[in-house]
């Protein structure tokens, strides 16, 4: 009998009959936590509002709030907000979103900052920014090469996200002007 054990391997097929919040990388499946806090709604919420109003101004980009993302026939992740430049169909994106948001929470960040920092760049997102509501700070990646690259870290100032088909100027004081 062999020493080595036995790793599952699950696919979307599975994924989809699952109850329960989950996401799928690479056929490990990982279970949600439970809903955001207070802080963590406050940043999503000033985030997606001010990327829709950005947005207004280019019609094949949209922003989307807690979708499922296909990535794979073994992945299947749910990013606070995305930036998508294409005509998604269907119940989730099937393509890799051009800008992907993930608030951090403590129970978030290690999948987060590692894995999904590593998911996302290998699948071609080419913006991932963390945002941390608790340090009023979001730390900025670029991919270039196939590697994120550190833009830099924002409070309050602006930095422009270079889409596909527009620019876009996120002013990152924004996120904590309620509090």
Same mark, same amino acid.
């Given at each position: 009998?062999?020493?080595? &054990?036995?790793?599952?391997?699950? +696919?979307?097929?599975?994924?989809?009959? $699952?109850?329960?919040? $989950?996401?799928?990388?690479?056929?490990?499946?990982?279970?949600?936590?439970? +809903?955001? /806090?207070? @802080?963590?709604?406050?940043?999503? /919420?000033? %985030?997606?509002?001010?990327?829709?109003?950005?947005?207004?101004?280019?019609?094949?980009?949209?922003?989307?709030?807690?979708?499922?993302?296909?990535?794979?026939?073994?992945?299947?992740?749910?990013?606070? %907000? *995305?930036?998508?430049?294409? +005509?998604? #169909?269907?119940?989730?994106?099937?393509?890799?979103? @051009?800008?992907?948001? #993930?608030?951090?929470? &403590?129970?978030?960040?290690?999948?987060? #900052?590692?894995?999904?920092?590593?998911?996302?760049?290998? @699948?071609?997102?080419?913006?991932?920014?963390?945002?941390?509501?608790? *340090?009023?700070?979001?730390?900025?990646?670029?991919?270039?090469?196939?590697?994120?690259?550190?833009? /830099?870290?924002?409070?309050?100032?602006?930095?422009?996200?270079?889409?596909?088909?527009?620019?876009?100027?996120?002013?990152? /004081?924004? %996120? $904590?002007?309620?509090?």
């Amino acid at each position: 009998m062999s020493s080595q &054990r036995l790793i599952e391997h699950y +696919s979307v097929a599975d994924y989809e009959i $699952w109850e329960g919040d $989950w996401e799928l990388i690479h056929g490990m499946p990982l279970a949600m936590t439970p +809903s955001p /806090g207070i @802080e963590h709604q406050r940043a999503s /919420g000033a %985030i997606y509002a001010q990327l829709s109003q950005l947005l207004d101004n280019c019609p094949e980009c949209e922003p989307l709030y807690e979708i499922d993302v296909e990535l794979a026939e073994d992945t299947v992740v749910r990013p606070d %907000i *995305l930036i998508t430049c294409d +005509s998604p #169909e269907g119940a989730r994106l099937t393509q890799a979103p @051009e800008l992907i948001v #993930e608030v951090i929470s &403590r129970k978030t960040a290690r999948r987060d #900052e590692h894995t999904k920092l590593q998911l996302y760049a290998e @699948e071609g997102v080419a913006h991932y920014v963390l945002v941390y509501p608790e *340090l009023k700070k979001a730390k900025v990646y670029r991919l270039v090469d196939g590697a994120y690259r550190k833009v /830099g870290d924002f409070q309050g100032e602006t930095h422009a996200f270079a889409l596909s088909k527009c620019i876009i100027p996120f002013d990152f /004081g924004r %996120i $904590w002007k309620r509090r």
